[in-house]
C-alpha cells in the first residue's frame, strides 16, 4: 500500500496529530508488534549489571537533567 501526504503543506501540529493517531491504532495490539533481537540483548544485559552490583541508577530528575544538557 503506497501512501502519501502532503507533508510539506502540513504544519508542526498537523503532523503529531497524524503521529499520535498511527501511534494509538498501534498500541491496540501491541502483541503484533514484535520487539527486535537487540531489545532483548539490551535487558539482559542491564539485567545481569543489576544482579552483578555492577550497575549505576540516578534518580529520574537528575536524569532529565542529563539529557537536556
Given at each position: 500500500?503506497?501512501?502519501?501526504?502532503?507533508?510539506?503543506?502540513m504544519?508542526?501540529?498537523?503532523?503529531?496529530?497524524?503521529?499520535?493517531k498511527l501511534?494509538?491504532?498501534?498500541?491496540?495490539?501491541?502483541?503484533?508488534?514484535?520487539?527486535?533481537?537487540w531489545?532483548?540483548?539490551v535487558l539482559?544485559?542491564r539485567?545481569k549489571?543489576?544482579?552483578e552490583?555492577k550497575?549505576?541508577?540516578?534518580?529520574?530528575?537528575?536524569?532529565?537533567?542529563?539529557?537536556?544538557?
Amino acid at each position: 500500500m503506497d501512501i502519501s501526504l502532503p507533508l510539506d503543506k502540513m504544519t508542526s501540529l498537523d503532523k503529531i496529530a497524524v503521529m499520535e493517531k498511527l501511534w494509538d491504532d498501534l498500541c491496540r495490539d501491541p502483541e503484533g508488534i514484535p520487539s527486535p533481537k537487540w531489545h532483548e540483548e539490551v535487558l539482559e544485559a542491564r539485567q545481569k549489571g543489576v544482579k552483578e552490583g555492577k550497575a549505576k541508577f540516578i534518580l529520574f530528575d537528575q536524569a532529565k537533567e542529563r539529557i537536556r544538557d
